[in-house]
């Protein structure tokens, strides 16, 4: 058998399998994503989803826990360009900064008004809660009530939930995790963090 038909057949193979898990997902409905991990990549993910859903005109709600303090390409961008995404940072940037536990406490009870707001708004089809583990991790936030709000979100709706940690509750409500981990980093071997590329 020549190199193209062996080719041929793996291909069909693959075709046969790949069409017969499409055509077992019959379940429409919001997925909720984990992504986790101590790599690089993981709000840069959940961006490239922000960017899918609003190339099929969805509406979008981005809540960021922890960043805010230093300006993020992410941020200029859908302020300048994206008007209609609803937009909301705690501010406080990362908590090795502040060092004040009352005070990120409070910032974070702040900010999760907001990020209710939309878990409970039918009109947004994915939200993004960029950070939120370490939330969890740090008890900042009560775990409980952010298990709720996930599970009982409006039926269609899709969110992705970002950062490290978080412990096991939130693996077990979500429905896709996905791990990035550290493999090589430029900070590492002492080069700055790049604009556009980092932040």
Not at 140 to 165: C, F, M, W
Request: aromatic fraction near 8%.
């Amino acid at each position: 058998m020549s190199e193209d038909s062996k080719h041929k057949a793996s291909m069909e193979k693959l075709k046969e399998k790949v069409d017969s898990h499409i055509e077992a997902a019959d379940i429409e409905r919001g997925v909720a994503v984990l992504l986790t991990g101590n790599g690089k990549g993981k709000s840069s993910s959940a961006f490239g989803m922000v960017m899918r859903a609003l190339g099929y005109g969805q509406k979008v709600a981005v809540i960021q826990f922890i960043k805010g303090q230093q300006l993020s390409g992410e941020e200029m961008y859908i302020k300048n360009h994206c008007s209609d995404v609803y937009f909301y940072q705690m501010g406080t940037g990362f908590t090795w900064n502040t060092q004040d536990r009352t005070g990120d406490i409070k910032a974070a009870e702040d900010t999760w008004v907001h990020a209710e707001k939309v878990l409970q708004d039918e009109q947004y089809d994915l939200v993004v809660l960029d950070e939120l583990t370490y939330m969890i991790g740090y008890k900042y936030l009560d775990e409980q009530k952010i298990l709720n709000a996930i599970s009982h979100r409006p039926e269609h709706q899709s969110i992705i939930v970002t950062g490290r940690g978080g412990g096991s509750a939130i693996r077990e409500v979500v429905d896709t995790v996905s791990e990035i981990q550290d493999i090589k980093h430029a900070f590492k071997a002492g080069i700055k963090a790049r604009k556009g590329v980092d932040y």
